[in-house]
C-alpha cells in the first residue's frame, strides 16, 4: 500500500511526486494535450499525478476501478493509464458531461462512461474508488461514502477537494469525511496531501 502524506506549494508537492513517480507528470501533461483541461473544474495537475500513482496498485487483471463525476474525463483518462489492465466505470449524472466524456474517452478500452447517479449504481465489488462527485448536498456526498462497503481488502477509496487539517471551500465533504472516519472508527486518513492554498485530497485503505 502507498501512504502518502505531503504538503507544501503545488510545486513541492509535484516535485516529491516526481521523485516517487517520474512517469506520472509525463502521462498527466500527455492526457492534458488529448482532453480539455480547466483547473476550476478538474483535479489540480499534481492531484491527477498523485491519482496516477496510487491507481498503478491496481493494475492487474480483474481489478475494477469506480469513479464518481466523471465531467469530461480527464481523471478516469489518468486512470486508464495508470491501471490499463483493470477495468474503470466513470459516472456522471450530467447527460452532457457523460456525452463529453464517452467522446474524449473512446480510444481506452478499459473504460466504460456511465450516465448514472451514483446512489443507482449497483454495489458491485470494487477495488478503488474516485470520489469527485456532488461537493454541495450532504446526502448525495454521504451517499457516495456508503460506497466503501464495497471496496475489496487492500481496496482504496480516494477523496478530492478536501483537507481535514485545512479547511477549504467545500464544507460539506469535509463533514462527511469526519462523519465517515467516526463511523467506521478511522482516526487518521492513510493518505493525505494537502497544497498550501489548502487544496486537498485524502484516501482510506480498507485493511
Not at 463529453?100 to 447517479?117: D, F, P, W
Not at 446512489?119 to 469527485?132: E, N, Q
Not at 486518513?189 to 485493511?207: A, L, N
Amino acid at each position: 500500500m502507498i501512504n502518502l502524506k505531503l504538503s507544501g506549494t503545488q510545486a513541492e508537492i509535484q516535485d516529491k511526486i516526481n521523485a516517487l513517480c517520474p512517469f506520472a507528470s509525463i502521462v498527466v501533461s500527455r492526457v492534458a494535450m488529448d482532453i480539455p483541461y480547466t483547473n476550476d473544474q478538474e483535479v489540480l495537475r499534481y492531484q491527477a499525478a498523485v491519482l496516477y500513482l496510487l491507481a498503478t496498485q491496481y493494475n492487474r487483471p480483474g481489478a475494477d476501478i469506480l469513479e464518481i463525476g466523471a465531467f469530461h474525463g480527464f481523471t478516469a483518462a489518468v486512470i486508464a493509464h495508470a491501471a490499463p489492465l483493470a477495468r474503470l466505470n466513470t459516472l456522471d449524472c450530467n447527460e452532457e458531461h457523460a456525452d463529453i466524456s464517452r467522446e474524449n474517452l473512446a480510444k481506452y478500452k478499459n473504460v466504460e462512461v456511465i450516465h448514472m447517479r451514483s446512489g443507482d449504481y449497483p454495489p458491485w465489488k470494487i477495488d478503488m474508488l474516485f470520489i469527485d462527485g456532488d461537493h454541495l448536498n450532504a446526502s448525495v456526498v454521504r451517499k457516495d461514502f456508503e460506497r466503501w462497503q464495497s471496496l475489496k481488502p487492500g481496496g482504496l477509496m480516494i477523496v478530492h477537494d478536501v483537507s481535514i487539517t485545512s479547511k477549504i471551500k467545500f464544507d460539506v465533504v469535509v463533514d462527511s469525511v469526519l462523519h465517515f472516519m467516526a463511523t467506521h472508527k478511522i482516526s487518521r486518513p492513510d493518505v493525505e496531501v494537502v497544497d498550501g492554498g489548502s487544496r486537498g485530497m485524502i484516501g482510506f485503505y480498507k485493511e
